[in-house]
Structures are given as structure tokens and as C-alpha cells.
């Protein structure tokens, strides 16, 4: 396909993504609204408490239910936007049933870990009612740390397959940068990323004993040992301005402003909607629609935090491997394999893109090359 049309594919699905985006935008809090607002949640509560009157059971009951409300509303969605999108672009590798088979085993371990930091988060409610919202942060800081080092190591096995890089020269060549800037890398992993798409990453996870480089294999199959050093390189960045910790101080100061908002907000909303307090698990859905709509004041914020470390790492991956022309072709290769716009709307990406677009990428990297002579 010539260049053009490659990058008319590319606006047509992201224009498709985005507008997906922009839905979920207003679905989500609608849906949690119409909960909130009307009788609706009042009504489920008390069809989950004549199936379990005991506290605990009848929470259980009713976030089931709930949750399957909202996995029937968002089964057509996910299944447009995750199968028929990805197919219709010749994104995907999945076939109908390995398709539901990954989401409904998402929605799974989602419900399961969801119902139990609700349980936890209850329990705070009912025993500190005028200080639950600190002791919830403290327990949600915890836990996020925790899933910071396990996600890595159990959750990731459990949708794909880790392997060891086998090319001993492109180990060879990744593990002398490693050693220049003193990351102790036990071993480079790829991950079986082409069993659901033909899109390339790399990631830098975990934290401790867990953390690793991780190269999908379509990045490895797609990629030179040029452009994936690079690749790494930018991910070491991360390692070397310590970017797992800035976010997770970052979310967990977020997190702190959200829970006190949500305290403050529920005592003043819940009453005027037939609900006792934070403790009426009727009033779930209120304190949801609280987190969402704070959440959404938030992401632009978040998406420019996350922004400026990704430049950063850019910059670094400049530094640490200084061709210039590597950089650019590896950005062009990401944006052909991922179709991503090179050049998305400046008001879409200010609020949603964790990553300056492809051409503010390539265009640091001329203005970087530009600052240091001829590369």
C-alpha cells in the first residue's frame, strides 16, 4: 500500500477509535447517572437484600448484578470496537472465539479483583464512617504497590506466554546499553503479543525483583536490532528517571484528592437521593459516578504528566543511542505497524494521549539533532 493510503487506513481507524473513545466519554457516566439519580439502585438493593440479608452477602449480591448490567450493555461495544475495528483494519489475529474467550476472562479476574477491594472498601465505610475515606486511600496505596510488582509476573502469564530473546546478537547488543547506565537486566523477554494483533510494543515492568524489559514479538519480527535498541533505550529512560515511582506517587496523590472529594461529595449528595450514607451500598453507584466524573477533571492532567516523562525518555533514547535517523524510521515503522495518526487532533491528544503524537516525536528528534550538529 502506498504511503498515502497507509496513512488515510490510519486516520480512518483512528477516527473510529477516537470516536469510540468520545462515547465511553459520556456512556459511562450516564449509565452510572441513571443508576444514581433514579429509584433504579434502590430497587436493586433491595432485590439483593431478599436474596441475602447478611451485609456482606447482600454487597456481593448486588455488585454481581450491577456488574452484569454493565457487562450486557458493554458486550456490543467491546465486541465493535475490540473485534469487528481491529479485523476491519487487518489489526487482529484472533478469531470469534479466542476473541470472547480473552474477554471474558478479562471481565473475570476484573470482577473478582473489583469485588474484593469492595469488600475491603465496605468494611472501612461501616467501621470508620467519618474517616473511611484516609483509611480507604491508605489500603488502596497498599494494594497498589503490591499489583505494581505481581502484574508482571502473574497477571500478564495468564493472557500471554513470556519467552527469552533467542538472538544473541540483539541480546548482545541490549544488554551493553543495560550495562552502561547500571540496569541489572537478568534476561530480555518477548511476549506472544501476535496471538491477538499485529501491533508492536515494549514495556518496562514491574518494580524490585519483578521489573524487566519486555519486547512483543511482532516488535522483534518487525523491527532492526537498530530501531529495537532504540526502542529499549527509550524504555531505560523510564528506568533512569525512576517513571514507575513518579506515577505511582503521582496516582497515589490522586487517589488521596479523589477520596476526600468523594467523602465530601457523598455526604452532601446521598441524602437528597434516598440513600443513608456512604455505607448503603445503594449509594455504589453515586460514589462511582463521584470517582468517574473527578477522574475525568483529572486526565488531561494525567495525560500531560505522562506526556513529559515520555518526551524525557525520547530524549534519553537520543543520548544514550545518537542516530538521528534510526529514531525517525523506528517512530514511521510504529505508526504504519499500530496505525496510529501521526498527527491527531491538538485537543484530543491534549486530554487523551499518554504519548506526544508520532510527529511530535520525530519532530524533538530533528529539533535534538538540529542542537547537536549533523547526527
Known amino acids: 500500500m502506498a504511503e ?8 480512518n481507524y483512528q477516527r473510529l477509535k477516537q470516536g469510540l473513545s468520545l462515547f465511553y466519554l459520556f456512556w459511562t457516566p ?4 441513571l443508576m444514581a439519580f433514579t429509584p433504579f439502585s434502590l430497587f436493586l438493593d433491595a432485590i439483593s437484600g431478599a436474596l441475602a440479608p447478611q451485609p456482606y452477602a447482600r454487597l456481593a449480591v448486588y455488585f454481581t448484578l450491577f456488574s452484569l448490567i454493565f457487562l450486557f450493555l458493554d458486550l456490543p461495544l467491546s465486541y465493535f470496537s475490540g473485534y469487528e475495528i481491529e479485523h476491519r483494519f487487518e489489526l487482529s489475529t484472533q478469531s470469534k472465539r479466542n476473541w470472547a474467550f480473552f474477554f471474558f476472562k478479562r471481565a473475570l479476574l476484573s470482577f473478582a479483583f473489583s469485588m474484593g477491594l469492595l469488600m475491603l472498601l465496605y468494611t472501612v ?3 470508620f464512617p467519618d474517616h ?3 483509611w480507604a ?3 488502596y496505596a497498599a494494594v497498589s504497590y503490591v499489583a505494581g510488582k505481581v502484574f508482571p509476573v502473574w497477571v500478564v502469564p495468564m493472557f500471554y506466554k513470556y519467552d527469552r530473546v533467542t538472538d544473541e546478537g540483539l541480546k548482545a547488543r541490549i544488554f551493553r546499553l543495560t550495562e552502561r547506565f547500571g540496569l541489572p ?4 523477554y518477548s511476549l506472544n503479543l501476535s496471538k491477538t494483533t499485529k501491533k508492536a510494543n515494549a514495556a518496562f515492568m514491574g518494580m524490585g525483583k519483578t521489573k524487566r524489559v519486555v519486547l512483543s514479538d511482532t516488535l522483534i519480527s518487525n523491527f532492526t536490532p ?3 535498541e532504540i526502542v529499549v533505550a527509550h524504555e531505560l529512560g523510564h528506568y533512569k528517571h525512576h517513571d514507575i515511582v513518579k506515577q505511582l506517587v503521582f496516582g497515589l496523590a490522586a487517589s488521596l484528592a479523589a477520596f476526600a472529594i468523594a467523602f465530601h461529595f457523598l455526604r452532601i449528595l446521598a441524602a437528597g437521593n434516598g440513600y443513608s450514607g456512604a455505607g448503603d451500598i445503594a449509594a455504589m453507584p453515586l460514589l462511582f459516578f463521584i470517582f468517574y466524573g473527578f477522574g475525568l477533571l483529572l486526565t488531561p492532567v494525567q495525560s500531560a504528566f505522562s506526556r513529559r516523562m515520555e518526551r524525557a525518555a525520547d530524549r534519553f533514547a537520543l543520548e544514550a543511542v545518537p542516530h538521528t535517523e534510526v529514531f525517525v524510521s523506528c517512530m514511521q515503522k510504529l505508526a504504519k505497524v499500530n496505525l496510529s495518526d501521526p498527527s491527531p487532533n491538538p485537543l484530543y491528544e491534549w486530554f487523551f494521549y499518554d504519548h506526544p503524537s508520532i510527529a511530535r516525536r520525530i519532530r524533538l528528534a530533528r529539533d535534538w539533532q538540529a542542537s547537536r550538529g549533523a547526527a
Open 4 to 11: 498515502s493510503g497507509i496513512l488515510e487506513n490510519a486516520k
Open 226 to 228: 537498530e530501531e529495537i
Open 125 to 127: 465505610i461501616w467501621r
Open 137 to 139: 486511600w491508605a489500603g
Open 185 to 188: 537486566l537478568q534476561n530480555l
Open 132 to 134: 473511611w475515606w484516609f
Open 30 to 33: 450516564f449509565l452510572l447517572g
